[in-house]
């Protein structure tokens, strides 16, 4: 837990870092100030910047990756018109598995609109059971 509030820290000291270069940055130059060639502490900057940029981003990134992974597939069962589907859910409908790709509105059956499902896997024909018990 440790770890990671010193690396939020970390990463929110390096995001002003970053705002604070890319502000002297922004300012502006004469043309005989952008003439000469950059110090390699502006240089140092620069990549400073963009790496800090792209660690707050990356950051972001992960967060959004493990909560998508932590939630897996959500299996509903058999596709029911009156119930309502949101983007992720999978639903078995006519001896296939359809994944919802955006909320669909009740009654739009996996097949009908590939705006809304998506085919995962294709089943055989429904399977005809034959009666048990006893025959008179």
């Known amino acids: 837990m440790t ?3 010193d690396e939020d820290q970390e990463l929110a000291v390096i995001a002003a870092r970053t705002a604070e270069i890319r502000a002297g940055l922004d300012a502006a130059y004469s043309k005989e100030e952008l003439r000469r060639p ?9 990549v400073a910047a963009t ?9 972001t990134l992960s967060a959004r990756v493990e909560a ?3 939630g897996g597939i959500k299996y509903l ?3 029911q018109r009156a119930a309502a589907y949101a983007k992720g859910d999978t639903v078995t ?9 955006r909320a669909v509105p009740t009654g739009t059956a996996p097949g009908r609109d590939p705006a ?3 085919l995962a896997s294709k089943g055989d024909k429904p399977v005809k059971r034959a009666p048990t018990g006893p025959t008179a």
């Not at 950059?38 to 620069?46: D, F, G, K, P, Y």
């Not at 409908?93 to 790709?101: F, K, Q």
């Open 51 to 59: 790496t800090a940029a792209t660690a707050v981003k990356l950051k």
């Open 77 to 79: 069962g058999n596709f």
């Open 38 to 46: 950059l110090s390699r502490r502006i240089v140092h900057m620069l």
């Open 68 to 70: 998508l992974e932590e």
């Open 93 to 101: 409908h006519s001896g296939s598995l359809w994944v919802a790709l």
């Open 116 to 118: 809304y499902w998506q």
């Open 3 to 5: 770890e990671k509030k």
